[in-house]
């Protein structure tokens, strides 16, 4: 005969979700020497946490396109002088 797993309630599961998370975010702003907002890991663990408290509500499509703009800025700070670079046109 099989054992049905016990239901887990909302706060475990929601704690399950965050923990992860906040120990990534944790990890990267101490442990690097670099502003932590400049770091793409942590702009998507703070996502994933916000995602757990509003992934239900509208304010998720303006955390959604906040991310990306976070994520495109990360990426014009660390990344676009090395495209340039590559492609020759850093002068």
């Known amino acids: 005969m099989e054992q049905t797993p016990a239901p887990v309630d909302g706060s475990r599961r929601r704690l399950e979700t965050l923990l992860p998370a906040a120990i990534i975010v944790l990890r990267l702003i101490f442990a690097t020497r670099q502003p932590f907002y400049l770091d793409w890991m942590v702009v998507l663990s703070a996502y994933w946490i916000l995602y757990v408290f509003f992934s ?19 990426y014009m700070v660390r990344e676009f002088g090395q495209v340039l ?4 046109l850093n002068r």
């Open 56 to 74: 239900r509500t509208r304010a998720m499509s303006t955390i959604t396109a906040a991310t990306m703009i976070s994520l495109f800025a990360v």
């Open 85 to 88: 670079d590559t492609i020759n």
